[in-house]
């Protein structure tokens, strides 16, 4: 049970019942309620809004619904007091044994605790990576990665039924760039003295390996023969070779795709065809002219008459040509294409995760859905800015393999998949990032992987010398609960109980990096209950002689580990059962 979820239904059925007396006027809407812990914990265990959200269409004062409201709040067994605050917010206190029953929730459902049926099963598309496939993935594309996985499992976590996409943009002048420089490197291969790259080609030395490849295979074939003949070949061989390489660094990071949608097999599927029929039935494409922009005219401006499409009709800055001068579809209509294939597929629900470079895309992306699905289909962006790494902090020298960065192999063969998954969601997507790889790897309460690990692994301890001490640990469950009164357990138990919470919360806003402070916030309410456990021998998990509440403090640790073990599934990290 979400007990903050539950509480809205309550209210709400104290509001129906004011209703009902003539003390409130029908017709209410309460989708604004909230219900949610105080910031300040004295304050009590749930904080409302209620009267403030519903004063203006009530025209009654706040404060007057308030004290209306709160005596049937409080008239609620599970509430021991309340108390209005401020102009009208009220703060309910709640019976102890309503949070140890939340407790044995936990522990009856383990570390499934925190799965929620919110979604609905409703069907969700989430699109990540999608790196062109010109070259090894980089430390941003694994900070792209890493939160797509994780938003992925998270709304997984909260009911709803999730695909995970990568789109592979194999179409287009980069592949091309990428087939000539193969065919430069296959000449090296063959011994043929290639002098430096010229600009325009990818300079990388990953692609030496390509272009060796080739030649093992096809031998001299190529040599001498027109573009028109090998460029093709040289696209599709390192396409499938540099895909079969980020995949593997995906699969090595925990990154398991169910989909990938090819942007080549889209277009000569006709595709890019059906979306520019469908924006033409809908009177959305023209013959028209652009303004040039208005603080830089840039080198490639063509003041031509175009293909449109009436983006500024769905809140984008300007309108969006579809057609290259060539009569070629630009990339734009390809993305049309693209996003209205996945609603095709039965993808009402779009959340793309893009890099920080894509952030002016936004605008006519979202603009593009709404048209294409006639305003069914709903698109959110998920922005990652740049990752910069770091050792002790020094920026990381670039990467001689890679030619210009650093690469997510080098990064995970450093610090290994779980430090790089946790690490990277312990900022929101769209703040930069700094990975120092020896803060991500050091013991300490200021590196959040070890912190909240190690209070997974403490758990596990103080369970392993229970059983080394003779104590049976099956059916905790059935603990008695009831001895758990310490104002630090009952804290603790307080925290387990929000967690279901902030699944649903951190899967409504798209933000997996909630679930990262929550983490380290229970870890730390643990340590903190452990160590003062050192101070106090009462206070200790193992009470001499008291089998009863040894038990049920057991059970406490139990569901402790059964949280962080939930949370960590979400990101995809494995929680370790000792530290070394």
């Known amino acids: 049970m979400n007990p903050y979820r539950h509480f809205i239904a309550e209210i709400e059925a104290a509001l129906r019942a004011l209703q009902a007396a003539g003390e409130l006027p029908a017709g209410l809407d309460f989708s604004g309620l909230t219900a949610e812990p105080p910031r300040d ?185 027109p573009e028109a003949d090998w460029l093709p070949e040289m696209r599709s061989f390192a396409i499938a070779t540099l895909m079969a390489e ?155 393999r890679a030619g210009t960065f650093v690469t997510l192999r080098d990064l995970l063969d450093e610090v290994g998949p779980d430090v790089v998954r946790f690490t990277m969601l312990t900022r929101k997507n769209d703040a930069p990032f700094d990975f120092d790889l020896v803060k991500a790897t050091e013991q300490s309460r200021d590196n959040p992987v070890w912190y909240v690990q190690y209070g997974h692994a403490r758990t596990r301890s103080v369970m392993r010398q229970a059983a080394a001490a003779g104590i049976a640990l099956d059916g905790l469950r059935d603990a008695p609960l009831d001895r758990l009164s310490d104002a630090g357990e009952l804290a603790l138990i307080r925290l387990i109980a929000q967690w279901p919470r902030q699944v649903e919360a951190a899967a409504s806003a798209h933000e997996p990096h909630r679930i990262a402070f929550y983490l380290y916030d229970l870890a730390a309410a643990f340590h903190a209950h452990w160590n003062r456990g050192k101070d106090e021998p009462s206070l200790r998990f193992v009470v001499e002689g008291d089998p009863e509440t040894t038990r049920a403090r057991l059970a406490l640790v139990q569901a402790v580990g059964f949280v962080i073990e939930s949370g960590l599934s979400i990101f995809g990290v494995t929680p370790v059962e000792e530290m070394r």
């Not at 009856?108 to 099963?121: L, N, V």
């Not at 593997?248 to 080549?264: A, K």
């Not at 830089?296 to 401006?301: A, E, I, M, Q």
């Open 41 to 225: 914990a004295a304050h009590g265990d749930i904080a409302t809004n209620a009267a403030m959200v519903l004063s203006k269409a009530a025209k009654k004062k706040p404060r007057d619904i308030a004290e209306a409201l709160l005596p049937r709040l409080e008239a609620n067994p599970d509430v021991v007091g309340g108390a209005i605050a401020g102009p009208g917010f009220i703060n309910l206190k709640l019976r102890d044994d309503f949070w140890r029953a939340r407790l044995g929730e936990c522990l009856a459902e383990g570390a499934a605790y925190g799965a929620s049926t919110m979604g609905g099963g409703q069907k969700v598309n989430v699109e990540y990576v999608s790196a062109n496939p010109t070259g090894p993935l980089h430390v941003a594309h694994a900070r792209g990665a890493v939160v797509g996985d994780a938003l992925a499992n998270l709304l997984l976590k909260a009911g709803y039924d999730v695909t995970k996409e990568y789109y592979i943009n194999d179409a287009g002048a980069q592949v091309d760039i990428l087939g000539r420089s193969t065919y430069l490197r296959y000449k090296e291969a063959l011994g043929e003295e290639i002098g430096q790259i010229p600009d325009g080609l990818y300079p990388g030395e990953y692609l030496k390996e390509v272009g060796a490849a080739v030649a093992r295979r096809d031998g001299a074939r190529w040599i001498g023969k």
């Open 246 to 400: 980020i995949k593997q660094d995906l699969e090595t990071l925990g990154v398991r795709i169910d989909v990938y949608s090819s942007e080549r097999a889209l277009v000569e599927s006709g595709a890019v065809d059906r979306a520019f029929e469908e924006l033409t039935r809908q009177g959305l494409i023209y013959q028209g002219r652009l303004e040039p922009p208005k603080d830089k005219k840039p080198d490639d401006w063509e003041d031509r008459e175009q293909t449109l499409f009436r983006a500024t009709k769905f809140g984008d800055d300007i309108d969006r040509p579809l057609k290259k001068s060539d009569g070629s579809w630009t990339y734009f209509a390809n993305d049309i294409a693209y996003h209205h294939d996945k609603f095709r597929r039965g993808f009402v629900d779009m959340i793309d995760i893009w890099g920080a470079d894509h952030g002016g895309y936004v605008k006519r992306m979202k603009a593009a859905v709404s048209a294409i699905t006639e305003g069914r289909g709903a698109l959110d962006v998920k922005l990652c800015q740049l990752v910069r790494v770091l050792r002790n902090g020094e920026l990381v020298r670039m990467s001689k």
